[in-house]
Structures are given as structure tokens and as C-alpha cells.
């Protein structure tokens, strides 16, 4: 057993509200895309832009929602993060602290992007001690805060490649 096999890794588990104002920050980044996708295609010259906005609210649904899956997909499986995360030092995890996989991201960022209020009803319902939501749980995934690491030279070891 080597060194590093015998230490214990320790994760910080992401703040339920820290969570949401990632998702929000998210939601208003992926909304505002979606938005101006479906101006340009329908265009608001022949409607007012309260009418546009029920109209685009309740038809859009289901383009916006594979519009957030594909960016949560993309964005978490890549590097752990979506830009709201990133915002808030979060990283998306396997249930073992190690990068995704791509079936994991997937289940999570279908729960988040199709069924959010009841994948996070549930999963406070039925939390455990690691603040997942159920497609969290289902995918083995779960949301970490990342420490700061501390700007102090003597501890980073620097190699050349």
C-alpha cells in the first residue's frame, strides 16, 4: 500500500442554498440562450412581449429543457462544473470523490433539467448525509465545496514535463 492509498481524502459537502444559487445562476445564464433562440426563430414583432412570454413559457418547455441537459451534461462531465458552480467553488463528483462518469452525469443533470422540484423534494425527504437529490443518489454523484488551496510556494511542488 502506498502512501497515498492510506490517506484519507476529506469532502466538503455542498450547502443545499450554495446549490441553488449555482442552479439559479445557471438557470438565468441557459434561460436568457434559450429565450433569444426562440425570438429569432418566432420572432416579437406580431405579439406583445408579455403575450411572447407565456406563449414562449409554456411552448418551450421541453426545447428548454434539453437545452439545460445538454449543458449540464456537457459542462459537468467535462470538468465537474457549470459556470454557476464554478461561481461558488462547487464541483460535481462521483460518490467516491473521483471524477464522473458519463452515465452518472447524464442520470444527475436528467433529474435537475426534467424533474427538478421532485428530484429535490425527494431528496430532502429522503436525504442522507450527503445533501443528494434522488437522481444524485441513482447516479452516484454528489456535489462538493472545493477548498481553497493556500498561495503558499513551499507547499507546491513544481515539474517540468
Keep these: 500500500m502506498s502512501d497515498s492509498d492510506s490517506k484519507v481524502k476529506e469532502l466538503v459537502i455542498a450547502r443545499w442554498f450554495d446549490r441553488f444559487v449555482a442552479w439559479l445562476v445557471d438557470f438565468i445564464i441557459i434561460s436568457a440562450i434559450s429565450l433569444a433562440i426562440f425570438a429569432f426563430i418566432f420572432g416579437t414583432t406580431n405579439i406583445e412581449w408579455d403575450e411572447f412570454m407565456v406563449f414562449s413559457e409554456s411552448v418551450s418547455y421541453f426545447p428548454a429543457s434539453i437545452l439545460f441537459f445538454a449543458y449540464w451534461v456537457i459542462s459537468e462531465y467535462k470538468g465537474g462544473q457549470s459556470i454557476g458552480k464554478k461561481i461558488l467553488h462547487l464541483k460535481v463528483v462521483s460518490i467516491n470523490g473521483k471524477s464522473t462518469s458519463l452515465l452518472g452525469v447524464i442520470i444527475s443533470s436528467f433529474g435537475k433539467s426534467f424533474l427538478l422540484p421532485i428530484d ?15 437522481f444524485n443518489k441513482i447516479g452516484d454523484t454528489i456535489v462538493i465545496k472545493i477548498k481553497e488551496i493556500e498561495n503558499n510556494s513551499k507547499d507546491i511542488i513544481y515539474t517540468k514535463d
Design 120 to 134: 429535490v423534494i425527494l431528496g430532502i425527504v429522503f436525504t442522507n448525509q450527503k445533501r443528494q437529490r434522488i
